[in-house]
T-cell receptor
Framework: EAEVAQSPRYKITEKSQAVAFWCDPISGHATLYWYRQILGQGPELLVQFQDESVVDDSQLPKDRFSAERLKGVDSTLKIQPAELGDSAMYLC?????????????FGEGSWLTVV | GDSVTQMEGPVTLSEEAFLTINCTYTATGYPSLFWYVQYPGEGLQLLLKATKADDKGSNKGFEATYRKETTSFHLEKGSVQVSDSAVYFCALSIAQGGSEKLVFGKGTKLTVNP
């Protein structure tokens, strides 16, 4: 069964350093999402792509976070500089283009600890 | 704005007990409703969904009915197992301008003891 791939699974970084997460969605999925899940809370949308275009980044802290999906396939989420409050799990998800209510599939997530 | 409210956990049950996790929503449009499950250390898996009022989603013995009149989507299971221990998230999906995103509740942690 096709999966959303994410790496790294775990990352420990020092405050003020840069960190990046990578996501490879299910093949052919046009829509890609990055969510942030703080421990004990539900996921919150950071950014949504349709192909290579950003369709929603209203909740992305743009002073330190950036996201790209240059060729409309895989995506990178970057944080620079990292802050203690960025410690969370970063989830990537994807959905096909075909039907509006098609299932959104999630990857296993990337755990970030900022020390 | 659109939001989801879930009953606060944690919920602890004995094996074979009946499970209910309450979920209510607020939405300006006509959302689809979902339950996702997250096992320890893993990402989210879709458990079930309903796309319109009075639809019932079901999977692995879990059920939830889309109740528009009460804006609710409560999750139920008649007999839980130890393997059902996980965090359960209720979510709604709103389509706007050709795109769709999920809005999640805070999650309810379920522990089932043998």
């Amino acid at each position: 069964e096709a999966e959303v791939a994410q790496s790294p699974r775990y990352k420990i970084t020092e405050k003020s350093q840069a960190v990046a997460f990578w996501c490879d969605p299910i093949s052919g999925h046009a829509t890609l999402y990055w969510y942030r899940q703080i421990l004990g809370q539900g996921p919150e949308l950071l950014v949504q792509f349709q192909d290579e275009s950003v369709v929603d980044d209203s909740q992305l802290p743009k002073d330190r976070f950036s996201a790209e999906r240059l060729k409309g396939v895989d995506s990178t989420l970057k944080i620079q500089p990292a802050e203690l409050g960025d410690s969370a799990m970063y989830l990537c998800a994807s959905r096909s283009r075909d039907r509006l209510w098609d299932t959104i599939y999630f990857g296993e997530g990337s755990w970030l600890t900022v020390v | 704005g659109d939001s989801v409210t879930q009953m606060e956990g944690p919920v602890t049950l004995s094996e074979e007990a009946f499970l209910t996790i309450n979920c209510t929503y607020t939405a300006t449009g006509y959302p689809s409703l979902f339950w996702y499950v997250q096992y320890p250390g893993e990402g989210l898996q879709l458990l079930l969904k309903a796309t319109k009022a009075d639809d019932k989603g079901s999977n692995k013995g879990f059920e939830a009915t889309y109740r528009k009149e009460t804006t609710s989507f409560h999750l139920e299971k008649g007999s839980v197992q130890v393997s059902d221990s996980a965090v359960y998230f209720c979510a709604l999906s709103i389509a706007q301008g050709g795109s769709e995103k999920l809005v999640f509740g805070k999650g309810t942690k379920l522990t089932v003891n043998p």
